[in-house]
């Protein structure tokens, strides 16, 4: 299951959020999501689980919780939406 970790302190890295996730189960993957120009944090990042109960209980008790001075929004990330599409701007 592919979480969403929302509202994160722009000090945590993606050791940080793969170490909390690890106390509920296996992690694959964590990353924090950073500004492609100046690499600071953009304060939300992702957690792949590979375990759907793991990834349940890791969110429930997660959902909420201070970590770093900020209250954490943790959830079941959504799928994203394509925005390739020919939109064309003023016609």
């Known amino acids: ?6 509202n994160l302190s722009f000090d945590v890295t993606r050791d ?3 170490e909390m996730f690890e ?5 694959e993957s964590a990353d924090v999501i950073r500004d492609r120009y100046s690499g600071e ?3 939300f990042g992702f957690v792949q689980m590979p375990n759907q109960g793991e990834a349940e209980s890791a969110i ?4 909420g ?3 770093m001075g900020r209250n954490l929004k943790v959830s079941e990330a959504r799928p994203r939406r394509d925005h390739s599409g ?5 016609r």
């Open 1 to 6: 299951m592919n979480i969403y970790v929302g």
């Open 86 to 90: 020919s939109r064309r701007f003023g």
């Open 65 to 67: 919780k201070e970590y």
């Open 60 to 63: 429930s008790e997660l959902n």
């Open 23 to 27: 106390a509920y189960g296996e992690v």
């Open 16 to 18: 940080h959020l793969r």
């Open 41 to 43: 944090s953009r304060g």
